[in-house]
């Protein structure tokens, strides 16, 4: 367990899936008998509330780890699932662009802090906020690979069009392995026109880059973060768990 899969779940654009696709992921990896360390970039918190109770009264997250330099150890929380721990956020987060102003070195941070810890874990999974702030940056840095999850609609060619940019610098610059995995669609209700004609210019414009496996807008999905339980444990049998297994199939293929 040296050399673990660092994954990171981004798009600028908000509601698309990234902490949904982690935490479900987080559970199929799990089961498959993988170690995962989970990163909450978001100061929304929302991946940590899933695992968490009351995260605004946590006073040791990743925060404290980024910019107070508090031991990363001090930070790791354990989860209801033996093998996902989590590295948690809240709202104090979102004073780290403002903290970390000027600081050339900001976008190394992330990495430095979590190398003692990450050698015990399979996968990292980092959910990224819906931004192309400094902790998205931190993540592509420390990240071997990411995800892009999307939804078939117009502004998706166009975003991810920046979002590729945003990474291609930080590839020449921080991290020249970095790698996509793939688009992931998510959200597919199926029953318009205009998001079949979507799915297919994506398709079209990266091709393989986009992962086979399609995620379809099912209130299982919904249900399962509810009740506080990725899909392959709320739900083993359904085919929503069973999407989140391909994606896991495929995921391991392209990694
Ligand atoms: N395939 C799906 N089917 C039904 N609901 C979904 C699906 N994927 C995500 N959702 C729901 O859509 C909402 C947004 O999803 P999620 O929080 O994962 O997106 P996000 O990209 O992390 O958002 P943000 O940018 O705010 O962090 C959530 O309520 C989630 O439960
Ligand atoms: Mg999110």
């Given at each position: 367990m040296s050399n673990p899969k660092i994954i990171s779940f981004s798009n600028q654009k908000g509601g698309v899936g990234k902490t949904s696709l982690t935490l479900h992921l987080s559970g199929i990896i799990e089961e498959a008998g993988n170690k995962v360390l989970l990163i909450d970039l978001d100061p929304q918190g929302n991946l940590s509330s899933f695992f968490l109770?009351?995260?605004?009264?946590?006073?040791?997250t990743i925060r404290e780890v980024l910019i107070d330099e508090l031991d990363v150890s001090c930070a790791l929380n354990k989860t209801r699932y033996a093998n996902i721990d989590l590295l948690p956020a809240n709202l104090?987060?979102?004073?780290l662009d403002a903290k970390l102003?000027?600081?050339?070195?900001?976008?190394y941070l992330l990495m430095d802090s979590i190398s003692d810890i990450?050698?015990?874990?399979d996968y990292v999974l980092i959910d990224c906020p819906p931004s192309l702030s400094r902790a998205t940056k931190m993540a592509f840095v420390t990240s071997t690979h990411y995800i892009i999850p999307i939804e078939c609609q117009e502004w998706a060619v166009k975003g991810s069009g920046q979002l590729l940019a945003f990474v291609d610098t930080i590839k020449r610059r921080a991290n020249q392995d970095l790698e996509l995995l793939g688009f992931v669609i998510n959200?597919?209700?199926?029953?318009r026109k205009i998001e079949s004609e979507f799915n297919e210019i994506l398709r079209s414009t990266y091709k393989d880059k986009v992962f086979k496996t399609e995620l379809k807008n099912a209130v299982a999905y919904t249900e399962a973060i509810t009740s506080r339980m990725p899909i392959n444990y709320y739900s083993p049998k359904s085919y929503e768990a069973e999407c989140f297994i391909k994606l896991f199939e495929e995921l391991k293929l392209r990694v």
């Open positions: 109770d009351n995260i605004y009264e946590l006073d040791k104090t987060l979102s004073d102003a000027g600081s050339d070195d900001a976008q990450i050698g015990n874990y959200k597919l209700s199926g029953r």
